[in-house]
């Protein structure tokens, strides 16, 4: 299944019978079948009509609109799984201390030992800076085992003294001229930051539309609390996932695959230039299909645990009652 971006103004998208045609000031370039597309993301200042949203809806072809600089995305994902049976089962998770205790610990534990892994393969190509990594693999995993401890109201302050000590270390590898001296964003100031929210905020509406696909409700999350306009669910499910995307951010810089030359400083936000975007959107799709089939395969173990913890309000199916519709 294919993702199309779309960076140009200039460009219109058409309903064509089972294909969506995409010309360019006016004159056809090409079509992409249905059946090989799965979503459309569009990150310049393009018009769309009420015809083609409907019909991208109707096919399940999600779309996602980006802004140029970091802020809300608007996105049209289709209708939900049908069986709200699993959603009644997270409402009553959600209500469980003992399960969101349990699920926050896990989750910190799987995302903090992400970190201390990424950081070792750092570590086999950047020997001069062995001692540092070293350092804070060795202060992560100590904050990884004390999760198992911790109070759920408190894991957040783990999470946050181990991003101190992540970031600090993932800065060290860059090149000076990067200016990464740590996270940043709203608007990401450096190029590298530019990248790492770019790269979140994709992941993060694929876990939307993974979790949605699976009939469980995205806004509702057992270790980021609900929040307004936030889809909590989906925040938790990308933690585990984030130091990946910070390795194969690192990587395209190591590489020179992107450059200081592809970004552009804009009223103090740093902004991929238009040869960055498509350098970065023609990379990334092949790491956005891994992330894709994990947080699909993490979505059916999410279910799985709501069958076996709360088996009353979640029919297996195939186990329908039958004679429910007179």
Not at 70 to 90: H, K, N, S, Y
Not at 115 to 143: G, H
Not at 149 to 164: C, D, N, P, Y
């Amino acid at each position: 299944m294919a993702t199309l971006y779309v960076d140009r103004g200039s460009v219109e998208l058409r309903p064509q019978g089972r294909a969506l045609g995409i010309y360019e000031d006016r004159r056809y370039c090409r079509s992409i079948p249905l059946n090989l597309l799965e979503r459309v993301v569009i990150t310049a200042p393009l018009t769309l009509t009420t015809g083609l949203i409907s019909w991208l809806a109707r096919h399940g072809v999600a779309l996602v609109i980006l802004g140029r600089s970091e802020g809300r995305a608007a996105f049209l994902l289709g209708g939900p799984m049908g069986d709200a049976t699993r959603r009644l089962a997270q409402y009553q998770a959600y209500l469980s201390e003992q399960w969101r205790r349990r699920w926050s610990a896990r989750l910190l534990r799987s995302k903090l030992a992400a970190q201390a892994r990424t950081l070792r393969r750092l570590m086999r190509t950047q020997p001069d800076r062995r001692a540092t990594l070293a350092s804070s693999i060795e202060q992560i995993l100590r904050l990884a085992h004390a999760a198992g401890e911790t109070e759920r109201a408190a894991l957040m302050g783990l999470e946050g003294a181990a991003a101190s000590v992540y970031f600090r270390a993932l800065a060290a590898v860059f090149p000076p001229a990067l200016e990464f001296r740590g996270r940043n964003r709203r608007p990401p100031k450096d190029p590298v930051n530019a990248c790492l929210s770019l790269c979140y905020t994709l992941a993060h509406y694929d876990a939307v539309q993974a979790v949605q696909a699976v009939g469980l409700d995205p806004h509702l999350g057992f270790y980021h609390e609900p929040a307004w306009n936030r889809e909590s669910l989906a925040c938790d499910l990308i933690e585990p996932l984030r130091p990946r995307l910070d390795e194969w951010v690192w990587e395209m810089f190591r590489h020179r695959t992107l450059r200081r030359e592809h970004f552009r400083t804009v009223r103090g936000a740093c902004l991929l230039g238009k040869a960055g975007r498509r350098i970065f959107y023609e990379t990334h799709e092949a790491l956005a299909s891994r992330i894709r089939r994990r947080l699909r395969r993490m979505c059916r173990l999410v279910v799985r645990a709501l069958e076996a913890e709360f088996p009353d309000l979640t029919p297996k199916e195939g186990k329908r009652d039958e004679e429910s519709i007179p």
